[in-house]
């Protein structure tokens, strides 16, 4: 079983949809949880930590549920500049672990 | 802008060829990070230095060789690669291990590796 899991999609939305992405990681010694984004031929970037409060940054809302080893991401009002490949990561001991990502294209 | 520099951002070496990749930050992080990533796939992780000691090996070819001069440097020396190894090398840092948690890493635009 792979470290972190996520639904591969591809996710391809009209412009203004909501869209959800789902994560499960296996180590229950994860320490912390983040979602990264990636645009084609570029580095990954940080689009948010997350935790199990649940945490928004303006159309994002990330959360994390420990006791069931799962995490989201909700993206609201979706734009074309949303378009990209979402990385759900898991560190553990200064490691991070990515997910095999989901794309998502979003389209006029 | 990125705040992790990596020089070159493109690369095509021979087999026999001897390169080196560099990386360089100045945000006072002492975790330096090299991770490879294929087409289509997500970053693995091939080395990690906390503190200008490597702290993590993953088991990589003795044909990549980190080193660290300090804590803002780090280079990756490249030696009778394979065509398979030709990807994307990523370089990343961040506060290590205990004390940065709940911060991700900030990754540089990386190097684009082609061997021929």
């Known amino acids: 079983r792979k470290e972190v899991e996520q639904d591969p999609g591809p996710f391809n939305v009209p412009e203004g949809a909501t869209v959800a992405f789902n994560c499960t990681y296996s180590n229950s010694a994860s320490q912390s949880f983040f979602w990264y984004r990636q645009d084609c031929r570029k580095e990954p970037k940080l689009l948010m930590s997350?935790?199990?409060s649940g945490n928004e940054d303006g159309r994002f809302t990330a959360q994390l549920n420990r006791a069931s080893q799962y995490i989201s991401l909700l993206i609201r009002d979706s734009k074309l500049s949303d378009s990209a490949t979402y990385l759900c990561?898991?560190?553990?001991?200064?490691?991070?672990?990515f997910g095999q990502g989901t794309i998502l294209t979003v389209h006029p | 802008d990125t705040e992790v520099t990596q020089t070159p951002k493109h690369l095509v070496m021979g087999m026999t060829n001897k390169k080196s990749l560099k990386c360089e930050q100045h945000?006072?992080?002492?975790?330096m990070y090299w991770y490879k990533q294929k087409a289509k796939k997500p970053p693995e992780l091939m080395f990690v230095y906390s503190y200008e000691k490597l702290s993590i090996n993953e088991s990589v070819p003795s044909r990549f060789s980190p080193e660290c001069p300090n804590s803002s440097l780090l280079n990756l020396h490249l030696h009778a690669l394979q065509p398979e190894d030709s990807a994307l090398y990523l370089c990343?840092?961040?506060?290590?291990?205990?004390?940065?948690?709940?911060?991700?890493?900030?990754f540089g635009s990386g190097t684009r590796l082609t061997v021929v």
């Open positions: 945000m006072g992080h002492r975790a």
């Open positions: 990561v898991v560190r553990r001991w200064g490691k991070l672990t």
């Open positions: 997350v935790y199990s």
């Open positions: 990343a840092s961040s506060h290590p291990g205990q004390t940065g948690v709940n911060y991700g890493y900030t």
